[in-house]
Structure formats: structure tokens, C-alpha cells
């Protein structure tokens, strides 16, 4: 849940999830992200390789409350930048670019 509203995502919890994350996916079919989650919480750094659908990511503290959004598009060469978090981060919900709702710091993640 995100504020108050149910979420249907895929997760990526392993080491080998996280590195696949959306790369490659062309449609999320009934989907409506993906949950990377970070035990312990760390910083993060997120890019775009083979990544075809603009994506928004959501950075979320230990406590569940979102810190930080960053936009991503895709990357179409061979030296791509990543979108780091500015903390910590125990969870990160990536999203198609556009449908994160109008959040605001502190918008809580359960």
C-alpha cells in the first residue's frame, strides 16, 4: 500500500533481482512496479540499461516513508547515469514515469 492505495509489483529482494530489475520489460501487463528491497538499508544507485519504458523510482526510508523521487529514462549508449539515492534506502518502488501519484515527502509505504 502506498499512501492508501494497494499496489500489485513484482520484487526484487536477491542480488541477481536487483541487477535484472525492469530491464528489458516492455509492458507491465497487470503490474504496477517493482519492490526492491534492501536488508540492511543502504544507499542505492539505480540506471537504465536495457531499460526500454521511462520509469520514476521512489526512494523509501527504514520507516517506510518516501524521501526521495527520481526520474529515469531510458539509456540509448553505452555509458549510462545512474540516479542515486541522497540516504539510506530500505525500499525503492520503481513505477512507469508519470503514475507515481502527486507524493510528497513522507508519504508512507505499507
Known amino acids: 500500500m502506498l499512501e492508501g492505495t494497494s499496489l500489485m509489483v513484482?520484487?526484487?529482494e536477491t542480488s541477481e533481482q536487483?541487477?535484472?530489475g525492469l530491464m528489458g520489460v516492455e509492458d507491465l501487463?497487470?503490474?504496477?512496479?517493482?519492490?526492491?528491497?534492501?536488508?540492511?538499508?543502504?544507499?542505492?544507485s539505480f540506471w537504465?540499461?536495457?531499460t526500454v519504458i521511462p520509469l520514476d523510482a521512489g526512494y523509501f526510508d527504514a520507516t517506510g516513508k518516501l524521501f526521495?523521487?527520481?526520474e529515469m529514462v531510458p539509456?540509448?549508449?553505452?555509458e549510462c547515469p545512474s540516479f542515486g539515492s541522497s540516504?539510506?534506502?530500505?525500499?525503492?518502488l520503481e513505477v512507469p514515469a508519470g503514475s507515481l501519484p502527486e507524493l510528497?515527502?513522507?508519504a508512507l509505504l505499507s
Not at 501487463?29 to 542505492?44: A, H, K, N, T, Y
Not at 539509456?75 to 553505452?78: A, F, P
Open 10 to 12: 513484482a520484487v526484487a
Open 87 to 92: 540516504r539510506e534506502v530500505r525500499w525503492a
Open 104 to 106: 510528497r515527502e513522507g
Open 48 to 50: 537504465m540499461k536495457d
Open 18 to 20: 536487483h541487477a535484472r
Open 75 to 78: 539509456c540509448e549508449t553505452e
Open 29 to 44: 501487463g497487470e503490474l504496477d512496479g517493482m519492490l526492491f528491497i534492501f536488508l540492511p538499508p543502504r544507499s542505492v
Open 68 to 70: 526521495q523521487i527520481v
